[in-house]
């Protein structure tokens, strides 16, 4: 349950708050930025937060397909905040962010809305956008591993590592996670994430096939 102050439940229900949004992230060196949809800069919580740069207000809304409580940042790259230098350094990655909801005439007026941690942030164009985890995305993260056939990664992630890039139609292509897929169409078989000849239900039946290879190799080969 968050903590509204009384002064500012009151301006809300008697319809005169003037609210903006305000976003501050604090990254692991301690530096801190502020940003805010509105069109003056404003002091909350002891931090200056810039208006017309850095995030839009699209931060508040759900983007689908990431994990359970995340969010999409995006704004444009400034020279005096967010700077394509700082990203390419990684001093963004894990930052902490919070979102407020603010009465811009009395700044000290102001409710936490959400908070979370920087999975991703990354360029396009003169553009950054940012990956948001919440809490409720650690109930997401894979503990352990699953011995199974299939790639257990996510095509392009940390583990996978495959680079890719969107098609002519401008669609990102996709895997059925098989190791023949991951080989022939991605050249990424050697970070296969699955285990292709691990025996099956069927592994008591089968018999020395004709032909084949019975040196003690790899099956990949």
Known sequence: MRAVPDELAKRIESGSACLCHVWI?????????GFTDHDQDLTVAGVLCRAASGWSGGVAHSALGFAP???AAEGALDSDAITEAD?????????????????W??????????RGVIARLVR?????????????????RVVGRTF?????????????RAVVSLGQDGARPTCDKRYSTCQTQFSNGVNFQ??????????????????ARHDGGSRRA
Not at 25 to 33: E, I, P, Q
Not at 87 to 103: M, N
Not at 194 to 200: Q, S
């Open 124 to 140: 396009e164009g003169e553009h950054f956008i940012a990956e948001i985890e919440g809490p409720l995305a650690a109930l997401d």
């Open 105 to 114: 005439t009395a700044p000290d007026l102001e409710v936490l809305i959400w």
């Open 194 to 211: 699955g285990f292709p000849h691990i025996p099956g239900d069927d592994f008591l039946t089968l018999y020395p096939g004709e032909g």
């Open 87 to 103: 990203i390419a350094a990684g001093l963004y990655d894990e930052a902490r962010v919070e979102q407020r909801r603010v009465d």
């Open 148 to 160: 199974g056939r299939l790639c257990d990664a996510d095509l392009g992630d940390n583990r996978c």
């Open 25 to 33: 992230l604090t990254r692991k060196d301690g530096v801190k930025l």
């Open 69 to 71: 409580g995340s969010l």
